[in-house]
């Protein structure tokens, strides 16, 4: 726990994906906020989050992901998720966020026919 966050942004052809790196918290996930509005402010309409399977995410750092999921929905963008470990993918589950995305065991799956 408490590994620093980064957040890398890059593009593979329309699909504009964040590769977080680190633990996402209430206070962490402010950059992965500011990095979603950086590429919503630039258009984009597909989004991969790409994290760290070694990486924490805590009920602060869910928040934060409902929040972009919600405020994707409301932009008309479609959001993927990769990276995730079994654990991340199951509370992911339960706690609704994939009614608003979908995840994907690989980039290549989750980026094929985006």
């Known amino acids: 726990m408490n590994k620093e966050i980064q957040v890398s942004i890059?593009?593979?052809?329309?699909?504009?994906?964040l590769n977080i790196q680190g633990d996402v918290t209430a206070i962490s996930g402010e950059?992965?906020?500011e990095a979603y509005q950086k590429v919503n402010t630039n258009g984009?309409?597909?989004?991969?989050l790409y994290f760290d399977k070694d990486g924490y995410i805590n009920s602060g750092g869910i928040a934060i992901l409902i929040g972009i999921a919600s405020e994707?929905?409301?932009n008309e963008q479609k959001i993927r998720i990769t990276g995730l470990s079994a654990h991340f993918q199951k509370i992911f589950n339960m706690v609704g966020l994939t009614k608003y995305t979908e995840i994907f065991p690989t980039e290549e799956?989750?980026?094929k026919d985006f």
């Open 44 to 48: 984009a309409k597909k989004i991969l």
């Open 31 to 33: 950059t992965i906020e």
């Open 109 to 111: 799956l989750a980026l």
């Open 10 to 17: 890059s593009q593979k052809d329309d699909v504009s994906i």
């Open 72 to 74: 994707s929905r409301k």
